[in-house]
């Protein structure tokens, strides 16, 4: 049986997150993408270039998601832009696909610019669907333009929401069946 959102309290609420970084720094965040839901409906969409500090890159980072110096060289610093951002993240739910790495680079950016922490309920849908962000869009007809920060943040707020609705069981079944995780080799 499935549950609709609105039967979810305070979990029906919450801002999926993205980010992407210029450079191995985790504090080099160069994309933001949010994507706020409120019982159940996508109320805001936030898509933000940021100018890394030095406006730094790697290319290997820049293969990933396509974005250079050239891209940033305008744009505001993380400083600048977190007042937009702080409201749909302090006290909130806050979800991601892979939240360790989004998470830890927020809390990296926000030390490296001396902004104060804020506190958030961190939820992870690598941890709970156990596949990349790539293949569950694929499965599930979830629209994606991997790398890009708000698009990769509305897919990962599509599946948290799949989750909430009490379909990520029957999900993870179909996906170990079509997709097994490799176990390692026992010596």
């Not at 506190?119 to 790398?147: A, G």
Request: hydrophobic share 40%.
């Amino acid at each position: 049986m499935y549950m609709h959102l609105n039967d979810f309290s305070s979990l029906a609420n919450f801002t999926a997150i993205d980010f992407e970084t210029a450079n191995g720094k985790l504090s080099s965040i160069c994309q933001v993408g949010l994507v706020r839901v409120e019982q159940g409906v996508i109320v805001k969409e936030l898509e933000l270039l940021v100018q890394p500090p030095g406006n730094e890159y790697h290319w290997g980072n820049s293969r990933v998601h396509g974005i250079t110096k050239k891209h940033t060289a305008d744009a505001p610093d993380f400083a600048a832009i977190w007042p937009q951002l702080k409201p749909y993240i302090s006290g909130q739910h806050v979800v991601a696909h892979n939240a360790s790495f989004d998470c830890t680079s927020l809390k990296h950016t926000l030390e490296y610019y001396k902004l104060p922490k804020v506190k958030f309920k961190q939820h992870c849908t690598v941890e709970i669907y156990k596949r990349k962000l790539s293949l569950l869009c694929d499965q599930y007809n979830i629209e994606l333009i991997h790398h890009n920060a708000l698009s990769d943040a509305k897919a990962c707020a599509q599946l948290f929401m799949m989750h909430l609705e009490g379909k990520s069981a029957a999900m993870i079944r179909e996906m170990e069946l079509l997709h097994p995780v490799k176990q390692p080799q026992q010596a």
